[in-house]
Each structure stands twice: as structure tokens, then as C-alpha cells.
């Protein structure tokens, strides 16, 4: 046994037999010991002060079969001893969970924005446009990181309004194009004419029919989440330990490059990553061709 970087040993007696505490006369006087070895023999006394009597191969092979634990790991384990397997589905729930409450951050704050620019125009639309360049202009991942230091806190809640306050922006353009079309309806005119207010006709005429390329670019945004959240976590500004994230992961196995075959602790977090954005990505190519047709490939 090693303990504090000394080897200690023990008697494997005591660690496989449960063997009466307190002094006893029955196999030594005076003796601090509650068992004698003979031989092949061991006799030692049980919680009932009652001798019993053993030999060193079956108390070999009690002791292999009752304290020794063997355990067998798909992908191996990690420097810390930790299942690769396990760390990488659970993962997969922490990037899933960042995609989807960036997004909805991303389409409530976009949606908003891009509504009110798009549809009243004027001042409004020229500061909304002035702010959507100004957050254009900053790389997604300093903006991200920026927000980290504001709040002042790292951590997975923190890495959710961090993402989704940085993809409002596609959002908000999309958005915005959309109505600059769809306010000069007929539709539109007919229920300014009847007295329906600015807000019900955005959000209950206009907004429902741009649902599609809405659900396109919030897929587009999902895979981006994913990435921006790996990199965060890559540089210890996103989720933190224990809790693991494949970028945390990435992380962890590119600092145990020079160890001996731990390539695998930087590949797999990485694949992982590669398959699901691409899957992701697929998935909006595939949507973007469902609500339009005339974008569809033609093999």
C-alpha cells in the first residue's frame, strides 16, 4: 500500500478476515497478533474469539476474488482515471444544452431587434443597424469572453447568455429583411386600416410567416454554439470542472500530448465535436431545401 509516497505493507490477514479485536489467549500469550502462520497454515480467531484455520492459497484466492475489482473501458480512461466514454456522453448533454438555450436566447433578443428595425424604420432602424454592426464587427469568441468578465462569474449559465448574446445578430438581419418585404402586403395594409396596433401585426401577421428561415438560421446558429462553447471551454472561460465539456476535454488531453499514448484523449473529444456540428449543419441544409424548393440540389 502507498501512502504519502511510501510504501507500506500490510498483512493480508487483516485485510481479507474480519479478526477479533482486544488481546486473547487462545493462540499466543501476549501476543498483539490474533492469528499464527505454520506453514501453509494461517489460525486466526473471528469476531467470536474462535480459532479458525485457512490456508495461504485459499486465503490467496479469498483475497483476489473479494477485494480485487477488475473493470473494462471502451475508450480508455483518462489521466485522472475518469472513463472517457461517460465524459464524452455527458458532454454531449452539456453541448446539446448549450445550442438550444443560446438559440432561444439568440432568436428572442434577434427576433426583437430585427422586428422593430425592420418594421418601423427611421431612427429606430439606424440605431438597431449602427448596434447590429457594432456587435458584427467584434470576433464572436472576444465578444464571448468579454461578457465573461462582465459578469464576472465562469460557468455553464454563464457560457449560455455569453453564446447567445453573441448570434442575435444573423437573427436580427434575417429578421429585418423579411418584414422590409412583408410590411407592404395587402394583408398588412388591410389591418392597419382596421386599427390593429404595430406589435399585434408584427408579432401575430408578420412574424408567422417567416417561420422557416427562421428555423433554418436557428440551426446554423446551434452549430455554431457548439463550437464557440468548445473553444470557451478549451480556454477554461466556459463550463468548469468537474463538470465535463469535450473543449474542457480537448483541453485536458492536449496537456498530456508528451505523455505516452494519450493521443486519443485530444481525438475523440475533437471527433465528437466534428460530428456533431456536421450533423447539425446537414440538418439545416436539409431544411433550408424543405422551405425552398427552388435551393434544393438536383442530382
Not at 454531449?92 to 432561444?104: A, E, K, N, Q, Y
Request: with cysteine; proline share 4%; aromatic share 8%.
Amino acid at each position: 500500500m502507498e501512502k504519502e509516497g511510501k510504501i507500506q505493507s500490510v498483512d493480508i490477514v487483516s485485510v481479507t478476515k474480519s479478526l477479533f479485536v482486544g488481546s486473547s489467549p487462545k493462540l499466543k500469550p501476549d501476543s498483539v497478533y490474533n492469528y499464527t502462520v505454520k506453514g501453509d497454515v494461517i489460525t486466526y480467531l473471528d469476531l467470536n474469539e474462535k480459532p479458525v484455520q485457512i490456508t495461504k492459497e485459499e486465503l490467496l484466492r479469498d483475497f483476489l476474488d473479494n477485494n480485487i475489482e477488475k473493470r473494462e473501458y471502451l475508450l480508455g480512461t483518462d489521466k485522472a482515471g475518469r472513463d472517457i466514454l461517460s465524459r464524452l456522453l455527458f458532454g454531449t448533454r452539456i453541448s446539446l444544452s448549450i445550442g438550444f438555450i443560446s438559440v432561444l436566447i439568440s432568436i428572442l433578443v434577434g427576433v426583437t431587434l430585427g422586428a422593430l428595425s425592420g418594421f418601423f424604420g427611421g431612427t429606430t432602424d439606424k440605431l438597431i443597424m449602427w448596434l447590429m454592426t457594432v456587435v458584427w464587427s467584434i470576433p464572436s469568441i472576444m465578444l464571448v469572453i468579454a461578457i465573461s468578465l462582465a459578469l464576472q462569474s465562469r460557468g455553464v449559465w454563464v457560457a449560455f447568455v455569453a453564446v447567445g448574446l453573441t448570434m442575435w445578430v444573423e437573427v436580427a438581419r434575417v429578421v429585418r429583411g423579411q418584414i422590409l418585404s412583408l410590411k407592404e402586403k395587402l394583408y398588412v395594409e388591410a389591418a392597419k386600416a382596421l386599427g390593429v396596433g404595430d406589435l399585434r401585426i408584427i408579432f401575430v401577421h408578420i412574424l408567422p410567416n417567416i417561420v422557416g428561415p427562421l428555423i433554418v438560421i436557428a440551426t446554423a446558429n446551434f452549430a455554431s454554439a457548439i463550437l464557440i462553447e468548445a473553444g470557451l471551454s478549451f480556454l477554461g472561460l466556459g463550463v468548469q470542472p468537474p463538470m465535463p465539456s469535450w473543449g474542457m476535454m480537448v483541453n485536458e488531453g492536449y496537456g498530456s500530448m508528451l505523455a505516452k499514448d494519450s493521443g486519443y484523449l485530444v481525438v475523440l473529444p475533437s471527433l465528437c465535436i466534428c460530428i456533431l456540428v456536421l450533423a447539425f449543419n446537414m440538418f439545416g441544409n436539409g431544411l433550408r431545401d424543405a422551405y425552398d424548393p427552388q435551393s434544393s440540389v438536383k442530382w
